[in-house]
């Protein structure tokens, strides 16, 4: 199937996304959710990244004719059974990154085995077919956060073969490794396919 512009609609409004969206699919008029729809905000209640991902794009191509791409992403620590995974922006109370770090910092307390991944889901709708494309980081958990860059759980994360968390490397040197980096990178080769 080949299809003569390179428009795509992206199901989120964040700017740091849209930003590594756009630096990586180069060549692709990326056109953000709200551009789409003044309020955009399904309800992610899916049990994994992927149907996550999948109800955000699904939302989204019920208002436009382009194809529609949506992430969805969190972190998995194997010591804690995959938490706090899907619910990685809602883990504690108050949801707000300290929160959620702290909370994680406590139910790991103890814990030896700091084994961690990013999961990053990317979905795409077009026309009935939908591709689905997953992106890992694997790392552990720090035992205090360190580092002032990035969003989330980046200040206790240390990549596999790294000393420094997320938050202690540049936004350019994380991007460049990222999960969400992978998946996007799958994404793109699919869409290469699809537009020719
Ligand atoms: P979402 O994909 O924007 O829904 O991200 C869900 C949550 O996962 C975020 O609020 C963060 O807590 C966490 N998360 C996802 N990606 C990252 C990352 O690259 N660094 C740190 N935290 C992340």
């Known amino acids: 199937m080949l299809l003569k512009n390179r428009k795509l609609v992206v ?3 964040n700017k740091h996304k ?12 990326i056109i953000p959710a709200k551009e789409v729809l003044k309020e955009f905000n399904p309800e992610e209640n899916g049990r994994s990244f992927c149907e996550n991902a999948f109800i955000k794009a699904k939302a989204l191509k019920e208002h436009t004719e382009f194809p529609v791409l949506a992430d969805d992403s969190g972190l998995e620590v194997f010591a ?18 300290e ?8 139910n790991l307390k103890g814990i030896n085995n700091r084994k961690a991944r990013f999961v990053c889901c990317m979905v795409l709708v077009f026309g009935d077919r939908v591709i ?3 992106g890992f980081v694997y790392g552990s958990i720090t035992e205090k956060p360190r580092g002032k860059s990035g969003f989330g759980y980046d200040p206790v994360f240390v990549p596999d073969g790294y000393d420094k968390t997320f938050a202690e490397m540049g936004e350019k040197e994380k991007n460049s490794i990222s999960h969400r980096r992978r998946a996007l990178e799958l994404i793109k080769g699919e869409l290469e396919a699809i537009y020719g």
Do not use: Q
């Open 11 to 13: 199901a989120t409004n």
């Open 80 to 97: 804690l059974g995959g938490e706090p995974g899907v619910f990685s922006s809602r883990y504690s109370e108050d949801g707000s990154d």
């Open 18 to 29: 849209l930003r590594e969206i756009e630096e990586i699919l180069n060549g692709f008029e």
């Open 99 to 106: 929160a959620n770090l702290k909370k994680l910092l406590l």
């Open 132 to 134: 689905k494309k997953e």
